[in-house]
């Protein structure tokens, strides 16, 4: 984006510089490109889908008059006979986090223009969310396995499989997606389509290293959702 | 970083953004089918929704013949009657109201009154068309199924609205739950794109405090929309589960047919809130677009500039903020913790206060206005009386005290059809005049306008005046028929006839708003491309209607406000905005917001 930093004017200070920034022509955010702009907007109205799924949850948690399964025993592997509480969830949990470092690597040297490392660093990432998903897939089966549906379980509230296979499906359909992307971004950037500005198919726009930040945006606002589906779900 | 918002031409800052390339179409199919020029995208979006809201209109003259002749019509069961209400309400508001302001009129007017090219992805806004349209399909679907569309009420309701007593709860519910998420996911692509337009692609000179007050509204009903709609693909999702797989999200143990049913400790209550934090700022979704549209309306048919611009924008803006917080006044018979009913009563009482703010602007506005009684400005003035109208029932309604006598009963029917049936609907009419010279290059027949105009308008008032009175009296809404119910005197049987046939007659006046469009944008004639000598940009345009691409080579550059008229001194009554103040040297330069001293150019 061409932009013009002559800074032959001064900038009002505090609140009326902001507002003055705001009140501009052209653009209300500065140096913000339309693609960023937008996944922000888009992260905005998506928090609020998920905001509303916790909200949910939470009033089903507290108006059905069972029991709400304990989430330690029923989240718990064992390996060699004693049962560990929440081992697998903590280790996606990590795996998660960690893939949120990876992207920040990938936006880092995608900004240097250093193909290689940034594909590296993208398909790490996209591996890592593939992991997540796949060991989620795991948490799944063995739910399944333990008699646990949307419409009941064996310890108690009806509402405690349902929700979690809804929200827990609702991320990991989040996290596919992404990691889809991932690999698209990463065969754009591979093939150098951000360096001859190719357009894209889907926003018929010139392609540039912007999109790797625009990418990770999305993925780390996926990791952090899951905090917060952790915390609710598993902890509480 | 130096920015300037010019008022004279040497004030002008180069762009901070490149031009992009538009994507220019080759075939017939690329050109009017899988068009991505938001002007083509727009005129597709009112189509469909004003061909899908004829099908509602149909609907509820089949109400209307059941309440007004009740034990006449055999064909109208009780089930059907309770699918019409259903189908009727979703329509007219979802797929009708909100699709047209923010798909039709955001898509033709934002890049047009922003000076832009085109929405920033055109490819992503026309795909929201086409998920707009399977949407309608789905519905549409919805009727030919087994049982046929849910009879649930548009609020569809748990547990009713898929227990097997209501008409539709097999497939019919299901294909409304899947329309209204594809409706959602077509609206989010299309409002991403009308919201980053707005932000960053407005054209040099074009603040904020310059755009004019219908990109506002726009703008703001779109934000609306982004934060408002998740609620309701919530809901549908939940309820589509506890349909199909059988979870118990929103069913409680209940007995159906005599027999326990498999739910088991869902809640009720927890729909009826996703539902309302949709549902409440959906009345403004619909509702500020009109407001922006009727201001402009206003000021450009009264020649006067627009009373208190700020005020007008803060209005907005506070409105849409205040919309999130008033949800559950519309569940004060719900069961719900009255001590709730006492804040959600404050605060739906607040927003009258910056919507009074609004309607006082509007009449100054008019106060000592060169008021030119076009059909736009008819219909701008239908709006305002229709709104206060609606607006004050509104203040009735919105203290717990009151509503809960008045609740359920035919006053609320006139209220809600008033204040964000018929006021928009106006605006709807008022717009489409004054902006059809732009879309199709051609004049409307002035006379049919006239008829249209007064038919409609006194119509309305013909119909719904009358429900504000069998609601006092107490008729209940939502009833197939109430023959001998001892409450209600013969007077209001004869009244529910008049006001059936005036719906009819009204209805059928719409024939005549069709025809001299239809007929006008082929044989009317040429129009000026300014014919009303409105400042905005899209009046602006060198080609008209204008081509793709909006602006030729040049985009406009921006130097006043959007309100420049009867100006003194200046040659003709008005200013566009792409005037710099060189061009009219007798008068006061740069109207609208004072310039702050960091946005003078360096000396």
């Given at each position: 984006m061409a932009t013009d930093s002559g800074g032959s004017v001064a900038q009002p200070d505090g609140v009326s510089g902001f507002v003055s920034d705001w009140a501009s022509d052209q653009r209300a955010f500065k140096n913000v490109p339309w693609g960023k702009a937008m996944m922000w907007i888009f992260l905005l109205s998506d928090t609020f889908i998920f905001g509303c799924f916790l909200l949910s949850y939470m009033t089903v948690r507290m108006s059905t008059t069972e029991t709400w399964p304990n989430a330690s025993e029923v989240f718990a592997l064992s390996f060699g006979g004693e049962p560990i509480p929440l081992i697998l969830i903590a280790i996606m949990t990590f795996i998660l986090i960690t893939s949120s470092g990876t992207m920040v690597m990938a936006v880092n040297y995608g900004y240097r223009k250093a193909r290689a490392k940034t594909v590296m660093w993208l398909l790490l990432t996209a591996l890592f969310g593939a992991t997540f998903v796949g060991m989620q897939a795991v948490e799944w089966t063995k739910l399944i396995e333990d008699g646990v549906r949307p419409w009941g379980n064996p310890w108690g509230a009806p509402q405690f499989g349902s929700t979690f296979f809804m929200i827990t499906g609702f991320h990991g359909f989040h996290v596919s997606v992404g990691v889809l992307f991932l690999l698209i971004v990463a065969r754009k950037v591979w093939r150098g389509d951000f360096d001859t500005e190719k357009r894209g198919f889907f926003t018929s726009r010139k392609g540039r290293y912007e999109i790797v930040e625009t990418m990770g945006l999305y993925w780390h606002f996926v990791d952090l959702v899951w905090v917060f589906i952790f915390a609710f779900f598993y902890l509480w | 970083m130096a920015y300037f918002i010019p008022t004279a031409a040497e004030d002008v800052a180069p762009a901070e953004v490149a031009e992009v390339d538009l994507y220019h179409p080759h075939s017939f199919v690329t050109k009017y089918v899988f068009s991505q020029d938001a002007k083509v995208i727009a005129i597709q979006y009112s189509f469909t929704a004003i061909a899908i809201g004829l099908v509602a209109l149909v609907l509820s003259w089949l109400m209307r013949l059941q309440l007004g002749f009740p034990d006449t019509f055999a064909f109208i069961s009780a089930e059907a009657y309770y699918q019409f209400i259903t189908m009727h309400g979703m329509i007219m508001v979802i797929y009708l109201l909100t699709a047209l302001f923010l798909g039709g009129f955001g898509n033709y007017l934002i890049p047009l009154m922003v000076g832009a090219r085109d929405m920033v992805f055109p490819y992503v806004n026309m795909l929201s068309y086409w998920i707009y349209l399977l949407a309608v399909l789905v519905l549409l679907a919805s009727m030919f199924v087994p049982g046929g569309p849910t009879g649930a009420g548009w609020t569809l309701y748990p547990p009713q609205a898929i227990l097997s007593g209501t008409p539709g709860s097999g497939a019919g519910i299901i294909l409304m739950l899947v329309s209204l998420a594809l409706f959602i996911v077509g609206f989010t692509m299309g409002g991403l794109n009308y919201v980053v337009t707005v932000l960053q692609a407005r054209t040099r000179g074009m603040s904020l405090m310059r755009m004019p007050l219908t990109v506002w509204g726009i703008f703001v009903a779109t934000i609306l929309a982004l934060l408002a709609f998740p609620a309701l693909f919530v809901g549908a999702v939940m309820m589509s589960l506890d349909k199909i797989l059988g979870t118990s999200f929103f069913m409680p143990a209940i007995v159906e047919f005599g027999e326990l049913s498999d739910?088991?400790?869902?809640?009720?209550l927890l729909f009826q809130h996703l539902f309302w934090f949709f549902g409440h700022p959906e009345v403004y979704i619909v509702a500020l677009p009109g407001f922006g549209i009727v201001s402009d309306l206003l000021a450009t048919h009264a020649r006067r500039n627009i009373f208190g611009y700020r005020m007008m924008v803060w209005a907005i803006v506070i409105i849409g903020g205040l919309s999130f917080i008033v949800w559950a006044h519309h569940m004060y018979v719900s069961g719900m913790n009255p001590y709730f009913g006492f804040f959600f009563a404050t605060t739906t009482l607040i927003i009258a206060v910056p919507t009074a703010l609004k309607v006082y602007n509007w009449i100054l506005t008019l106060w000592k206005g060169n008021i030119h009684l076009t059909i736009p400005m008819l219909f701008a003035i239908g709006f305002i009386v229709t709104f206060v109208n609606g607006g004050i029932t509104g203040l009735f309604l919105g203290n717990a005290v009151v509503d809960v006598p008045l609740s359920d009963t035919m006053f609320v029917v006139a209220h809600f059809h008033m204040v964000m049936g018929v006021a928009p609907i106006l605006v709807i009419f008022g717009a489409i005049y004054h902006w059809f010279p732009k879309i199709t290059g051609r004049m409307f027949n002035q006379t049919l306008g006239q008829i249209h105009f007064w038919v409609t308008f006194l119509g309305a008032y013909a119909i719904f005046l009358p429900l504000h009175y069998l609601g006092l009296l107490?008729?209940?809404?939502?009833?197939?028929?109430?023959?001998?119910?001892?409450?209600?005197?013969e007077s209001a049987v004869t009244l529910n006839a008049f006001v059936s046939v005036v719906a009819l007659t009204v209805g059928v006046a719409q024939v005549i708003f069709l025809f001299n469009m239809i007929w006008s944008a082929y044989k009317g004639k040429k129009a000026d491309p300014n014919p009303w000598r409105a400042t905005t940009l899209e009046w602006q345009t060198p080609e008209n209607p204008p081509a793709h691409g909006n602006f030729g080579p040049e985009l406009p550059v921006v130097y006043r406000w959007a309100y420049d008229y009867?100006?003194?001194?200046?040659?003709?009554d008005f200013i566009p905005q792409n005037v710099p103040q060189e061009e009219v040297p007798n008068t006061e330069g740069g109207l609208g917001l004072p310039m702050p001293a960091a946005h003078q150019p360096a000396e």
């Open positions: - | 739910y088991d400790g869902g809640s009720p107490g008729v209940p809404r939502r009833y197939y028929e109430m023959s001998d119910t001892l409450f209600i005197p009867s100006v003194p001194g200046a040659k003709e």
